[in-house]
């Protein structure tokens, strides 16, 4: 059996994991599995990060109840 040694630098990795998170909430939440704010959570971005992210990705934004309890949660945790 052959095998392959694979070495990447710790940012390559950083930046692998941060892409997979993107991708990874972005399906998530066009699939409504996860909330605005899990997917913002999981993507690991601001709020208008994450919206900007949904913009250039042409994805529409759901804005439900729990959004808007959750939006109401985020401005009083003062953000």
């Known amino acids: 059996m052959t095998s392959i040694n694979l070495q990447l630098s710790s940012d ?3 930046e692998g994991e941060q892409a997979i998170r993107k991708e990874l909430a972005l399906q998530l ?4 599995i996860f909330t605005f704010g899990q ?3 999981l993507a690991n971005l ?3 990060e994450f919206q900007m992210l949904l913009g250039n ?3 529409q934004r759901h804005y439900t109840q729990v959004d ?3 939006d109401v949660k985020t401005i009083q945790e003062g953000f």
């Open 46 to 48: 601001s709020v208008w």
């Open 39 to 41: 997917a913002r959570r």
């Open 68 to 70: 808007l309890l959750e």
């Open 57 to 59: 990705r042409k994805i």
């Open 29 to 32: 939440y066009e699939q409504n």
């Open 12 to 14: 390559l990795i950083n």
